[in-house]
T-cell receptor
Framework: GDSVTQMEGPVTLSEEAFLTINCTYT??????LFWYVQYPGEGLQLLLK?????DKGSNKGFEATYRKETTSFHLEKGSVQVSDSAVYFC???????????FGQGTELSVKP | DSGVTQTPKHLITATGQRVTLRCSPR?????VYWYQQSLDQGLQFLIH???????AKGNILERFSAQQFPDLHSELNLSSLELGDSALYFC?????????????FGDGTRLSIL
């Protein structure tokens, strides 16, 4: 079945470090891909999305490119801040209905 | 603020009981989705409603049921509760039932079964 696999956390970085969180997917069709972020005690917020191959989603300095050939959607940020500390979820959806299939989440902790 | 409102924020009850979780979608959104977040299962899709009609079911137990009302708010009913039902339950809404429409999540209801 369809699935999403993320790199295991927690990931601990120093402020201003470069961030990569790996995400790969398995899907029988051509899904839309999303990154969501969950801050402590809050719900999930959409961070960025890409709906077709080679699309690049970007928001708040975060970027991810939809790579069909490697079935990947890795999240990157050039310089992380303490305020980026959160859990990041990669997800896919396709077909009528749009249910989201999530990866297991990657916890990011940024130290000053 | 996503515009999706979930009540209550916290719920503590005992095994065997029944609870109702409520979700008000963003203004104008016709789709409501329910998800369960637990430590062992992660985030799992439960059920989707679009404009009052059930569209898709995921890993939803028979003890659980949901509905979407004419004013588009939705309720998730959990009955014969077990310890393993303790989790965060999220509601999300979107404008349509297309895969291209992003879902906007509420802050969740934390259910604790004692």
């Amino acid at each position: 079945g369809d699935s999403v696999t993320q790199m295991e956390g927690p990931v601990t970085l120093s402020e201003e470090a470069f961030l990569t969180i790996n995400c790969t997917y398995t899907a029988t069709g051509y899904p839309s891909l999303f990154w969501y972020v969950q801050y402590p005690g809050e719900g999930l917020q959409l961070l960025l999305k890409a709906t077709k191959a080679d699309d690049k989603g970007s928001n708040k300095g975060f970027e991810a490119t939809y790579r069909k050939e490697t079935t990947s959607f890795h999240l990157e940020k050039g310089s992380v801040q303490v305020s980026d500390s959160a859990v990041y979820f990669c997800a896919l959806t396709y077909n009528q209905g749009g249910k989201l299939i999530f990866g297991q989440g990657t916890e990011l902790s940024v130290k000053p | 603020d996503s515009g999706v409102t979930q009540t209550p924020k916290h719920l503590i009850t005992a095994t065997g009981q029944r609870v109702t979780l409520r979700c008000s979608p963003r203004s104008g959104d016709l789709s409501v989705y329910w998800y369960q977040q637990s430590l062992d299962q992660g985030l799992q899709f439960l059920i989707h409603y679009y404009n009052g009609e059930e569209r898709a079911k995921g890993n939803i137990l028979e003890r659980f049921s949901a509905q979407q009302f004419p004013d588009l708010h939705s309720e998730l009913n959990l009955s014969s509760l077990e310890l393993g039902d303790s989790a965060l339950y999220f509601c999300a809404s979107s404008t349509a039932d297309s895969s291209n429409q992003p879902q906007h999540f509420g802050d969740g209801t934390r259910l604790s079964i004692l």
